[in-house]
């Protein structure tokens, strides 16, 4: 048998507003962005597949299951701007056929630099899923899939029972995506990777006119999870819930796809689908992955070069948190706040120079007009943290 593993990662960032150097304003957020942002992705995406999911949780019942996370600062953005899409996900918790992970409340890239931010995040986030959607998780993503043997040891000790990452072939090898493994010295926690692939058939490729293997059928995609049989045991699918309405239009039939897709998948016999704990439950590692070196799932190289991969990407992360100790101390509620948001990997994401196969990706959502201005910008509003943190001493 072959477990689909759905995943959806949903996240939106807050915005920085301009920001130039003689500004004082500590109003670093651009909020008629963000708002208008978060309205739009919630009518494009949320609100329509949430309902589509409902539909198909109660046709399917418990044989239909999926896994999310929600970042805390996308619940705080739909709180204020579209609450109606926020009750949507806590209406399909009530079904008890989604569960829900913890991660990093500001989709942080804390573990690299802070770890005791990277853990206090972390809990900030579990009381979040657990006040919002009453369930304490048992399953981890770090931001962006980044992930190595240190974080499964971390998060190892911090007590979840699965982290989640990406399906990197220099990390794998011979062996397939399509099994639970678990990381060295960590027989407490396994680790689901992303069958990046198929994953990506859906996730990039669905509307793509010139793909090989356009238009996706259901019966095809339900082939190639078919095949997995006797060679594995599940089909991990992570990907952004952006995907659906937004990164692939409504126009492009990916919504019927997706309320096609269940059906077509257990009508085999041989075939179900499993939350990221339920396939915890049932099946066994085949054995240990060893990622001594961080990997992610962004781009073609699978590392976190989207984030560190130039100078001004290495000097904005360092420099925001070389103040914890200063903004923390300071005990001003609202400045600790403007700093966790300024931590957000896709502040340091809009500062990347690759604008080659990934340039499209970059550009997506991008408020800059060169991750010069977008670095530039970044740094004008960190002086201003940084001086109101010296402020305070």
Known sequence: MASVVF??????????????????DQVYFDHPRNEEIIRKVAQKCYLPTNELLLRLFQKHGEAFRVSFSLTGIVVEQLRRWAPEALESFVELARTGCVEFCAETYYHSMAFLYNRDEFVQQTRRHCELVKDLFAQSPRVFRNTELTYNNDVARVVEGMGFSAILTEGADHVLGYRSPNHLYNPPNCPNLRMLMKNYRLSDDIAFRFGRTDWAEYPLTVEKFTSWVDQINGSGNVCNLFMDYETFGEHQWNETGIFRFLEELPAA???????????????????????????????????SERDISA?????MQA??????????????????????????RLQTSDHFYYMCTKWFADGDVHRYFNPYESPYDAYINYMNILDNVRARAAHKR
């Open 265 to 299: 998948v257990l009508a085999t016999g041989r075939n179900d689908f499993l939350t990221i704990s339920q396939a915890v439950d049932r099946y066994p590692s085949a054995g240990e992955v060893d990622v001594p070196h961080m990997i992610s799932w962004a781009d």
């Open 7 to 24: 995943y959806f990662q949903v996240h939106q960032p807050y915005r920085l507003r301009r920001y130039s150097i003689f500004d004082s």
């Open 315 to 340: 000097n904005a992360l360092h420099d925001v948190y070389a103040i914890a100790h200063e903004v923390l101390a300071s005990g001003d509620e609202d400045l600790i706040e403007d700093w966790r």
């Open 307 to 311: 984030w560190l991969g130039n100078s």
